[in-house]
Structure formats: C-alpha cells, structure tokens
C-alpha cells in the first residue's frame, strides 16, 4: 500500500510538471471514402435499427480500463477549461481529470445503462477506496497496451496490465458489493501505443504485438476477476486528430502511416475478440464499438451528422515547441455552440457532442455490435 501511496504521489507531481505536454491517444484518422458514403445512405434510409439492448445481461456496475479515451483521473492534468460542460447538478464524480469539455463515452454509456457513472481510481485516497458498488475508473491518460507506451520516457502512468493489478491487489478488500460477475468491462486503449510505440515497425508486426497484450488482458479479466460482460473500443483514424494534422505542416494532412497501423490494429483487435469469445463460456458477451467507423463517418461528412467542424481543436493554441495545442485556463477557447459543433475539444480529444453522438450510433448498432453473435444463430 506504501509503494502504492508513494508512487502516486511521485506520478501527481510529475503529472503537474508534464500536464502540458500531454500528448494523448484517441479515437481518430482515416476517412473512408466509399465506405462513408455507404454508410451514410444505409444510416439515413437503411432499415430500421435494432433497439434490442446493447447487452443481454443485466449489468449494475463498470470497471473502466485504457488511456485518456475514458480516463477521469488526475484533475492537474486536466484544469478548465476541460470539463466546462459537465452538466450543472451532477456532482458527483466532477469532470475533473477527464480530457472532454463534458462526458466521455464511457460516462455516456454508465448513463445509458442506468448505472452509477464510476469513480476514479486515480483520484481516490487508495487508503479509503470502498466499492460501495459504484464501480472505479482504472483508465490512466497516456499509456497504452505496451508496458513501455508512454509519451515521453518518464511519463507516469498505468499500463493497461498495471491497471488490472490496481483491481485485483490495490484496494485491501474487496466484497460482494463489487459484482465483478455483473459488471461491465470497458476496454479503451491502443491509440497511444500506435502513437507513441509503433516507431517505423511494420503495422503487421506491431498489430500483432498488441493483439496479443489484448488477449492477455481479456484471459486476466475473464479468469482471474471473473468479468462476462465487455465492451471494447478500437482506435480512430489517429492520423487525423489536431495534433498529428498540425504536423504535416502547412497542408494539415492526416498521417497515412498512422491510418494504415490503425486499420491493421483493429483488424487483429477483431480477430483476438473472436477468439475470445469462441474459448469464453455462454454467459460472455463482448460488444465492440468501432470507432473508427464512426469518425471516418464524421470527419468525411461532418455537416452530415450536425457538426460544422472535423479538423480544428475547441480550445488550445499550437506549441512549435511541443508539437501540440496546448489548452488550458488561458488558451483561445470556442463558444459553447462551437463546442458542440466541433469534433475535437483539444488537439487529441474529441468534445463531449462527438462523445454523445458516439453513443447514439452505438445504441442503434450502427458502430457497436456484439462479437460473433452472427456465428451462434
Ligand atoms: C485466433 O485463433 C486462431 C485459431 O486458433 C489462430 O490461428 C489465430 O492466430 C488467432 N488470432 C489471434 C489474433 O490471436
Ligand atoms: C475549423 O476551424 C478552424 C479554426 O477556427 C478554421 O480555420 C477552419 O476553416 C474551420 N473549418 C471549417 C470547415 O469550418
Ligand atoms: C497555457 O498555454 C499557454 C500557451 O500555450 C502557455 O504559454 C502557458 O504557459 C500555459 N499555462 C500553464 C499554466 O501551463
């Protein structure tokens, strides 16, 4: 527990040194041409979407793990303006630490479900964390899947294993009340890995690397904590946020070479969800939310899906130095109704309006849909 203490102590203080120099994973990237178009007549005239429940079990609690996808960690890393528009009223489990203007999607899938929105690990005083069976919120902004991901050598942050370890070693007890058979396990993570770690390698390669640190992570949970239940994101087209379009100079192209890794990623992703859930018993479920669906969708047809901007970040300005926007108290911000015409709240992050219209098309089974559920019938 000391250890534990001491290390988050360290990793808040350098957490306050480095929190401007964040760069983040995320849900971003390519835009699919034909594909868009495809979809965009299937969603306006296709036939009517199924309203079936995402999960067929009854789900009372969540248990988040990944990257600052999902992360409502460490408020130093994230000062206003990020959560402005956390809705006034719901206090509990305050915007702070996530890297949205507002609810992040797995905030707007607790909601969906009708379930408590859950508490962050990493804010939590580790001597009193109680379960109270409002679940906890593992997620820790930039790592990844690889215990060397990072954004730079000595960011602290929890691998996406660590973050399992923190469940089944941190608290001191965990009782019935934390219903790991009925929970919901959401998995948002990789972006950083292809940001940060992919490094010249060959996509394949790298895909397969990660693949397999995914499979590990599910067999853990699925055996050593007992989750049935999952919902698991992909990666975007990466090469596509602020950030990485800001790179490429004057022409603010996407990076192909980070679209390409993204699209091999999610195809392994695909591959290593099957065959979990071919080896899982009955009881499991597995949901996959494609987000790279959804932001080929939205950054190849924005006006189509009510957004008035695919490329520039709400709030930041451009940091030679850093290689970033840089958003915090005293950046440019955009006005309310720009943020909820915006994809992008800062130069990695999408805004909680992306977020939400992320759940939509998930609940209407346009970008989610249940692994291998075709295969059973
Ligand atoms: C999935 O399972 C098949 C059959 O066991 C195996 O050949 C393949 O390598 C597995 N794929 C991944 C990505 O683990
Ligand atoms: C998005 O916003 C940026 C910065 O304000 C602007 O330069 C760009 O033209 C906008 N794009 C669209 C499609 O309005
Ligand atoms: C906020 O961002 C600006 C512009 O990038 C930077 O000059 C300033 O130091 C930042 N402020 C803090 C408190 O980090």
Redesign the pocket.
């Known amino acids: 527990m000391g250890g534990v203490k001491k290390r988050n102590k360290k990793s808040r203080k350098n957490a306050k040194k480095v929190a401007w120099r964040l760069f983040l994973s995320i849900i971003l990237g390519l835009p699919v041409v034909f594909l868009a178009a495809g979809y965009i007549i299937n969603y306006f005239r296709g036939p009517a979407k199924s309203m079936a429940p995402l999960f067929e079990s009854s789900v009372h609690v969540m248990y988040v793990f990944g990257d600052s996808t999902v992360a409502a960690g460490d408020p130093l890393m994230t000062p206003r303006p990020f959560g402005i528009d956390w809705p006034e009223g719901v206090t509990k489990n305050e915007p702070n630490g996530r890297f949205c203007n507002g609810y992040t999607v797995a905030d707007l899938l607790a909601k969906h479900l009708n379930i408590p929105i859950p508490q962050s690990y990493n804010s939590l005083d580790k001597k009193k964390v109680k379960l109270e069976g409002t679940g906890i919120n593992f997620a820790s902004a930039g790592c990844g899947l690889l215990q060397d991901t990072r954004p730079f050598a000595k960011f602290q942050c929890y691998p996406i294993l660590d973050q399992v370890h923190q469940m089944l070693y941190g608290p001191k007890k965990w009782d019935a009340k934390a219903r790991f058979d009925e929970a919901v396990y959401v998995i948002s993570v990789g972006g950083n890995d292809l940001m940060f770690s992919l490094n010249g390698k060959d996509p394949t390669v790298f895909a ?1 690397q990660l ?2 640190e995914m ?1 590990n992570l599910l067999k853990t949970l699925y055996e050593q904590v007992g989750g049935r239940t999952y919902f698991v994101n992909n990666v975007g087209p990466l090469g596509c946020i602020p950030n990485n379009r800001e790179r490429s100079g004057l022409e603010k192209k996407c990076n192909q070479e980070l679209n390409v890794a993204a699209v091999e990623y999610n195809r ?1 992703l695909d ?2 969800l ?2 979990f859930s ?1 080896i899982s018993d009955d009881s499991t479920v597995v949901v996959v939310a494609d987000s790279h669906k959804l932001f080929s969708l939205l950054l190849e047809s924005p006006t189509m899906f009510g957004f008035s901007n695919a490329t520039a970040p709400c709030c930041g300005v451009w940091v030679d130095s850093k290689g970033m926007f840089e958003c915090n108290g005293t950046s440019p911000l955009c006005s309310k109704s720009e943020r909820d015409g915006y994809i992008f709240f800062d130069g990695a992050h999408t805004t909680a309006s992306a977020n939400q219209k992320f759940l939509e098309l998930c609940v209407d089974k346009t970008i989610c849909s249940v692994v291998g559920k075709q295969l059973s019938i």
């Open positions: 397969r693949g397999s499979g392994v591959e290593v099957l065959n071919r």
